[in-house]
């Protein structure tokens, strides 16, 4: 089995993320799987709706190249998960994002789920998110540190940051729990993996969850129930499929001017 597992970090501006992300996923995978990680350059370094739609765009196209390529499953490892029901209207193979996966497993956890994202400025985003995949009545709050996607990359190899970053974290993560949250859910694949250095990590009791290998082994998963039983996506409304010539153009048309 081989994944692509789309990071919004490209490999010069995350080379220590990229690092630890590669010997996470060789720990969580089975056996015979393979789990390759491919970024985006201009990479995403700045929280605002703009990036994520321009880094949509290169996510759809990646999603049919990995599926041209022979990979099985296509993984957006992004918790914004821009780009992802566009993915799942242009392949076959399964596609699964990091925020929905994360946040739909939160719910077999307990019944209320909050989220701690890293910017205020992808509170609204989340808030659509939310909306979006129904769970409005189990993911109640999201809370926000306050770092620029690129900044909080240096905590990686640096306990005294690690610290620091987890304590801004328990700040943002102790109101929600206090409201009634059972379940942190980092607002991001940086953090969660920040934090999978963390054994047992909880704030008053709440479980912090590493949304990584939730979405990893959902896409491990998928591919197994597609081979089992021919198992996808329903193409009666949501996911109907581009035409071929519709998904051709939307690969070869020009970015910009």
Not at 54 to 64: H, L, M, P, S, T
């Amino acid at each position: 089995m081989r994944i692509w597992y789309q990071s919004f970090v490209d490999e010069e501006n995350g080379a220590t993320y990229w690092q630890h992300l590669r010997a996470h996923l060789a720990q969580i995978v089975d056996p015979g799987t393979e789990v390759v990680v491919h970024g985006i350059t201009p990479h995403d370094s700045y929280a605002h709706p703009i990036v994520e739609m321009r880094c949509a765009r290169e996510v759809i196209c990646n999603a049919v190249r990995a599926e041209r390529e022979g990979y099985d499953a296509f993984v957006i490892g992004h918790f914004q998960d821009a780009g992802l029901y566009e993915c799942r209207s242009v392949v076959d193979i399964p596609v699964v994002s990091l925020g929905e996966a994360t946040m739909l497993h939160a719910c077999t956890l307990g019944q209320r789920s909050g989220i701690v994202t890293i910017n205020r400025r992808f509170i609204p985003w989340f808030h659509h998110q939310i909306g979006k995949y129904g769970l409005r009545e189990r993911i109640t709050g999201v809370h926000a540190m306050q770092f620029e996607p690129g900044q909080i990359l240096g905590a990686f190899g640096s306990d005294a940051r690690l610290a620091e970053v987890q304590a801004l974290f328990e700040a943002q993560a102790r109101p929600l729990v206090e409201q009634g949250v059972e379940v942190l859910i980092p607002g991001g694949g940086i953090p969660m993996l920040l934090f999978s250095q963390l054994t047992d990590h909880r704030v008053d009791g709440a479980p912090v969850i590493n949304g990584i290998p939730i979405t990893v082994k959902s896409a491990e998963t998928a591919v197994k129930l597609r081979r089992l039983t021919g198992l996808g996506v329903s193409r009666v409304a949501e996911y109907v499929k581009a035409p071929d010539e519709i998904i051709e153009e939307f690969m070869t048309h020009p970015k910009g001017l």
